[in-house]
């Protein structure tokens, strides 16, 4: 009998001492298993009691019972310290700074050339011009024939227009867009037009599809000063204000006279658009009288200015989709 109380009293002993060396909550429950499972050293003893006298049973039973207890007690207490610190340590490792930036997100972007369109709209927007539009399949008519182009004119050739059925195109220019805009409506007009052209070319400065601007302006006292104080403004706006421009004489079926013009790029000159006055014979296919009326007007390509503002080398790629070049800023 007395043996088995002496070993209860070390059971507990080292239980105790077990117990407090536990540092984790894993560890302890392994401790708890050793001491008080089914196969633990606890249950040993009792298995031993049926070997007792059977008055010493009882004693023995209660006894163990009260070591079982008081060794639940510390398990249970040494449990709640371990999750307690458990706890802290979680939160001082994985502590939360709110006052870090937030991860950057890959948001979209414009294309270049969105973003040419849109600043060169608000400038013309700021100067008082509105903005129209037109089709990108458009009537034989509209896109040459109120424009004046002859009906034999090489403009209209395979080699630059794409046909479409019907007596349609792939518009060759915003031009069209003057013909919708002031059929119908009486001046004074100032209008802008942005938007796609197709014609069949391609080469490192040239794509089948690219994008033009159309200005123009029709008022009973309109000028060539206006046009060039207009286009200077506009040059100067887009590439800078030392940007200068150069009137060589030309040819457009619509505009008479007409001058191709350029601007000053690194010590030589760029080809930049026509422009003209718009020729008294378009105006009267609009059913604007062209006795009483006159006007400027203006075209040229946006995707060099892209290409120039953005560094980009190639027509190609501005419109195969690479997002290195698209990306920038
Ligand atoms: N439409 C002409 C072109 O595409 C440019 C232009 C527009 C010329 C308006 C004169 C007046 O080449």
Not at 120 to 130: L, Q, V
Not at 239 to 261: D, K, N
Not at 262 to 267: K, N, P, T
């Amino acid at each position: 009998m007395a043996s088995q109380t002496e070993e209860l009293s070390q059971l507990e002993d080292d239980a105790r001492a077990a117990i407090e060396a536990a540092t984790t909550v894993q560890n302890l429950t392994e401790v708890r298993a050793g001491y008080l499972g089914r196969k633990g050293s606890l249950a040993a003893i009792l298995r031993g009691i049926g070997q007792l006298e059977p008055a010493e049973r009882g004693r023995v039973g209660q006894s163990a019972n009260a070591s079982k207890e008081r060794i639940e007690a510390w398990v249970a207490a040494r449990r709640q310290a371990l999750e307690a610190s458990d706890r802290s340590a979680n939160l001082a490792q994985h502590q939360l700074d709110t006052s870090l930036p937030g991860a950057a997100g890959y948001p979209g972007q414009l294309h270049p050339v969105t973003r040419i369109e849109r600043e060169i709209a608000d400038f013309f927007t700021s100067m008082g011009f509105a903005i129209e539009d037109g089709p990108e399949v458009e009537t034989d008519f509209n896109n040459f024939g109120a424009l004046n182009f002859p009906d034999d004119h090489p403009a209209r050739d395979m080699q630059d227009t794409f046909f479409v059925e019907g007596n349609n195109v792939l518009r060759t220019h915003t031009s069209n867009v003057q013909i919708r805009a002031m059929t119908g409506r009486t001046p004074p007009f100032r209008f802008v037009a942005l938007g796609r052209v197709y014609r069949h070319d391609l080469d490192a400065t040239h794509y089948p599809m690219f994008h033009q601007v159309e200005g123009f302006m029709v008022d009973e006292r309109t000028s060539f000063g206006d046009l060039k104080g207009v286009l200077y403004a506009f040059a100067r706006h887009l590439m800078g204000q030392e940007i200068q421009l150069r009137f060589r004489p030309h040819f457009f079926p619509f505009t008479e006279p007409s001058a191709e013009m350029d601007f000053s790029w690194q010590g030589g000159w760029l080809e930049w658009g026509g422009c003209g006055m718009i020729h008294p014979q378009v105006l009267e296919n609009c059913g604007v009288d062209s006795e009483r009326f006159q006007g400027f007007a203006f075209g040229m390509g946006i995707d060099r200015s892209a290409m120039l503002r953005f560094g980009i080398p190639r027509i190609t790629h501005m419109f195969d989709g690479d997002l290195r070049i698209l990306g920038q800023r």
